[in-house]
């Protein structure tokens, strides 16, 4: 049997040890001495090249620097395309390669874990039994925590429940060597008031959380003025949206992430407006109205296309990308070979970069993409334009 050691004896055996330090792990003797039976022979059987690799991210003594958090969730290994540099969070990604290289530049990992039948939350029984399974999840998949994505409608006791889950679980992590200083995030709407219909209680969410993770995006989910295409992330709502967290729930700005698109939406224009004059020169598309939590008109009516994506269009067919002062962000025309007309709205460097700012102005935590998959890493120029932009906007 392999001995590794991580500037202390973890795992006692006889046989030669291999010694191996890495500064980003906190290997105190307290630690070591509060590890089970259980959490050693799993450590015996860490995927990496060393078991410090398994343990806890700690960045006890870094320079401390933003938190930039990445959702990860394709399954194949683009994730190797990353900026490494920058991140400090990966989410829901449970490939173990990834898991060693994230945790050999000192970036957690964190795994995916929603209660998803609101009405059981209430039972204590069934939150017990949650917290349970998420903590084996954090441990076996040697994660640094969970992010919860419970995106359910709920108001009243439900909600209540709801925040007592997280402080329960916070209290759970808390008994156990591996999972002591477990990162828990969980994620919010744009604002907080009621959108989709979620009344949560945000400001107990965020003491029980390490931060939320606020998604500024979607945010043509409930429309109740003209049913046109239209930004999925307005600037200006946005930082609204922020400020609300920020002076009416009372929520410090540490705790807040926030959430920005990588990929936008792709709206079909009705029939009767294809044959309209100029439309190129138009800023605007009348989409069929598809109600949404009692709006008339919601951004169902498109359906999301990653950057990526976006960017091969606007190369193989030369689109005019076109610029909405209003909610500074760009938007396309497109015409695809088998009919119909198109309108295009995303995010780019120059729109996200004036997202990022308000990172600096409000004073948050850092940022955080949905997700860094949609870029199309073949296109070296633009996914580096995009990851570089990222660093250029929270340069200290």
Same mark, same amino acid.
């Given at each position: ?8 004896? !973890? !795992? ?30 799993? !450590?015996?059987?860490?995927?990496? %090249? ?83 399974? &998420? ?23 439900? %909600? ?51 931060? !939320? ?115 500074? &962000? ?43 998959? &949609? ?22």
């Amino acid at each position: 049997m392999q001995c590794l050691l991580v500037g202390l004896v !973890l !795992l006692a055996a006889t046989t030669q040890c291999v010694s191996r330090s890495v500064s980003v792990y906190d290997a105190k003797g307290l630690f070591a001495d509060r590890l089970t039976q259980e959490d050693r022979a799993r !450590l015996l059987k860490c995927p990496c %090249s060393s078991a410090s690799l398994c343990l806890p991210v700690d960045f006890a003594g870094k320079k401390t620097r933003k938190e930039i958090f990445a959702f990860s969730v394709a399954t194949d290994d683009r994730w190797k395309q990353y900026d490494w540099e920058q991140l400090t969070t990966v989410a829901w990604n449970e490939d173990k390669e990834l898991l060693c290289h994230a945790h050999s530049k000192g970036v957690k990992i964190v795994v995916k874990h929603n209660f998803d039948d609101v009405n059981q939350l209430c039972n204590v029984s069934a939150r017990q039994e949650w917290i349970k399974t &998420t903590y084996n999840m954090i441990v076996e998949n040697y994660a640094d925590g969970v992010n919860i994505d419970t995106e359910k409608p709920m108001h009243g006791e439900t %909600s209540k429940c709801l925040a007592s889950l997280v402080h329960e679980l916070r209290h759970e992590l808390e008994q156990h060597a591996l999972t002591q200083n477990a990162q828990i995030t969980f994620d919010v709407p744009w604002a907080p008031r009621g959108v989709d219909g979620r009344y949560y209680p945000w400001s107990e969410l965020a003491a029980a959380s390490d931060f !939320l993770f606020v998604m500024s995006y979607d945010m043509r989910s409930q429309i109740y003025d003209a049913c046109v295409a239209g930004a999925n992330s307005p600037l200006a709502l946005v930082k609204q949206g922020l400020q609300e967290f920020l002076f009416a729930n009372d929520i410090a700005p540490s705790k807040l992430v926030l959430g920005v698109p990588w990929y936008g939406y792709r709206y079909p224009c009705l029939q009767e407006q294809q044959g309209a004059a100029a439309i190129d020169d138009a800023s605007w598309c009348q989409i069929r109205p598809v109600p949404f939590f009692g709006a008339p008109c919601s951004d169902a009516a498109g359906g999301q296309i990653d950057y990526g994506d976006i960017r091969r269009l606007v190369k193989s067919h030369g689109l005019l990308e076109q610029w909405d002062p209003t909610t500074l &962000t760009p938007f396309v025309w497109y015409s695809p070979p088998e009919g119909g007309r198109y309108q295009i709205w995303f995010d780019n460097p120059r729109s996200l970069k004036a997202k990022y700012a308000l990172v600096c102005e409000l004073g948050l935590r850092g940022v955080g993409m949905w997700n860094a998959d &949609t870029l199309d890493y073949t296109a070296v120029n633009d996914s580096q334009t995009m990851w570089s932009s990222l660093a250029e906007a929270l340069q200290p």
